[in-house]
């Protein structure tokens, strides 16, 4: 089983940066894809960046240029740079993690959740 807890959540200004942490035990997710899911109130779960087994990325439209995600295998950990916040991504983000080698953008492929970290950007 897989343990995943993500941190780094909080209240920023518009226009400023979080990084948001995700760590993860229970077993090796070297060889796993790894992605962030957000969700805001009244709306569903959405893919936000994911990250294969060979370090190769995927962004939705709506960060791309702004969020940067990246694992450091040795520690276990899987990470997303958050810049230029907007107002927009207020929202719990969550860290998850499936089986396979490749991302997918539906949170259905997933097997594994953390319990989310809020994030707030006021305008």
């Known amino acids: 089983q897989v343990q995943l807890a993500e941190s780094g959540g909080g209240l920023v200004q518009a226009g400023g940066s979080l990084r948001l942490s995700c760590a993860a035990s229970?077993?090796?997710?070297?060889?796993?894809?790894m992605a962030w899911f957000r969700q805001a109130p009244g709306k569903e779960r959405e893919f936000v960046a994911a990250i294969n087994w060979d370090a190769t990325t995927g962004y939705a439209e709506s960060v791309k240029g702004r969020f940067s995600v990246s694992r450091d295998n040795a520690v276990s950990r899987l990470y997303l740079q958050m810049n230029s916040l907007k107002p927009e991504d207020t929202a719990v983000y969550y860290c998850a993690a499936r089986g396979g080698q490749y991302y997918y953008i539906s949170p259905d492929e997933y097997d594994f959740w953390g319990q989310g970290t809020q994030v707030t950007v006021s305008s």
């Open positions: 229970g077993r090796t997710l070297s060889h796993s894809a």
